[in-house]
C-alpha cells in the first residue's frame, strides 16, 4: 500500500502528465531492442568489474542510466528493472556488481576483495567502481551515437547512495579545458532508501554542499524513496529529506502544476511495504519504472536543448 505522500507523486509521475506513457512505449517497441552484454572491465585500481549493459534505442537522444546496487546486494537484483527500463523507454542502462559483490570479488591478479573487513577508505573505493561504469556509458556509447553522456541518471540503494552523492559532487568539480566539458555529466539522481552513514563514510556534509543544498546554485534534481519496516532505514531517509527540502528552492505556493514541476527539484516518496532495491524490483506494486521515466522526461530531457550531445573522443 502506497503512502499519502506517494499516492500524490504518483499523480505527478506516475501517469504521463505530458506524454501518455501507453503511446510512449509503443514507439519503443517499434524499433530493435540491443540484446543484454555481459561486459568484463576494470578499474584504475586493478579491480575486475562485471557489469550487464543494456544499449538503448534512441541513438544520440539515449539517456543512459548507472544501476547500483547495495552493500551486500548484486547486480542481478536491478538486472529485470533494467530490461525494463531498455524495452519501455529505450534508456542504455549499465549494472555492475560492485567490488566485493557478485562476480566482482577479485582484482586482476585474483586477490580477493572481502568487504566485509572495508574501513572508511575502502568504502571510498566504490566510487572508482561508479567511474569505470561511466566511462564505458562515455566511451562505447556516447562517443559512437548510442546515447548522450550528458544527460546522464545515477540511480542507488542504501550505503552506496553515499558514493553516488560524492561522485557526483566529483562530477561537478572538473572544469572545461580548452572549452570542452570534463564534467557535470549527471543530470539526475535517485536515492532508493539512502543512509546516512557507514563506518564514518558519511552523507551528511555532502548533502551540506552547493549542488545538493541548494544554496547558492542550482541543486541537481533529486528522488528521495523509501520504505519498508526497519526504523533506522526510515529514519536515514527522513532525515535526509528533510535536510534537503530546508535549503531547496520551496515550490508548495506554486499553484500552477507545470510551472511547479518545472521548479520543483526535490522528489519523496515513501512505500508502506517496500525498501532498497525491493522498490525496483516490484514495480507491479510501486510503479517506480514509470516514476523514474517521468523524472526523467520532466527534469533530464525537457532541458536536453541545454545539453546537446558531444563527441568525447580524445584526439590523438
Sequence with gaps: MLSTNLKIHALV????????????????????????ERLELKTTDNVNLICTYFGGTNEKETVPIILLHDIGGSRNELIPFAEVLQKSFGYAV?????????????TVTNQPIDV???RKEEYATFNEDISCCFRYLRDEANNKGKANIDSLVIVSAGSICINAVAWTLQD???????????GQFVKGLVMLSPRKSIKGF??????????????????????????????????????IHKSLSRTRPKVDDIADQAERLKKQTLFFMEFSNFSGTEIVRSINKT?????????????VEANSD???WVDYTKKE
Design 13 to 36: 509521475f506516475g501517469l504521463g502528465i505530458l506524454i501518455p506513457f501507453s503511446t510512449f512505449a509503443q514507439d519503443k517497441k517499434k524499433k530493435e531492442i540491443p540484446a543484454p
Design 202 to 239: 558519511s552523507i551528511v556534509s555532502l548533502l551540506k554542499l552547493p549542488l545538493f543544498s541548494g544554496k547558492g546554485a542550482v541543486p541537481i534534481p533529486l528522488i528521495v524513496a523509501m520504505g519498508g519496516s526497519d526504523r533506522k532505514i526510515i529514519a536515514d531517509g527522513k532525515s
Design 172 to 182: 561537478y568539480s572538473y572544469p572545461p579545458i580548452r572549452g570542452k566539458k570534463q
Design 287 to 299: 510503479n517506480f519504472h514509470n516514476i523514474l521515466a517521468d523524472f526523467v522526461r520532466l527534469k
Design 306 to 308: 541545454d545539453h546537446p
Design 94 to 106: 549499465i549494472v555492475p556488481d560492485l567490488r566485493g559483490h557478485g562476480e566482482s570479488k577479485t
Design 116 to 118: 566485509s573487513k572495508f
